[in-house]
Nanobody, 128 residues
Framework: QVQLVESGGGLVQAGGSLRLSCAASGRTSSIYGAAWFRQAPGTEREFVAA????????YYPDSVKGRFTISRDRAKSTVTLQMNNLKPEDTAAYYC?????????????????????WGQGTQVTVSS
């Protein structure tokens, strides 16, 4: 089992920055990839960024590419999401997730279905 705890959410004006952190504990050696997803009220959970734990390969949707950066520190078992030039449409609850090594995870880390562990979420609100 892996436990994930997010921190760093808050209220920021449009154009500002926030840094989200996710601390992993437990069997962190089993993590193949980690990601951030977000969900606004009345919408489906949306992929924000992913990173492979070993190689550090990163993946982003077009909506955040160039503004958000995901990174991981294997020694500290942490995953960070640096968010710059925030927009009101970035407002959502942000969730950290981790995936074990499976064929589905190796094919794509963009799908929420491949993730086995989830944090409790942290709220990000961007005012216009």
């Amino acid at each position: 089992q892996v436990q994930l705890v997010e921190s760093g959410g808050g209220l920021v004006q449009a154009g500002g920055s926030l840094r989200l952190s996710c601390a992993a504990s437990g069997r962190t050696s089993s993590i193949y990839g980690a990601a951030w997803f977000r969900q606004a009220p009345g919408t489906e959970r949306e992929f924000v960024a992913a990173i492979t734990w070993s190689a550090g390969s990163t993946y982003y949707p077009d909506s955040v590419k160039g503004r958000f950066t995901i990174s991981r520190d294997r020694a500290k078992s942490t995953v960070t999401l640096q968010m710059n030039n925030l927009k009101p449409e970035d407002t959502a609850a942000y969730y950290c997730s981790a995936a074990r090594l499976t064929l589905r995870a190796r094919l794509s880390l963009r799908s929420a279905d491949v993730y086995d562990y989830w944090g409790q979420g942290t709220q990000v609100t961007v005012s216009s």
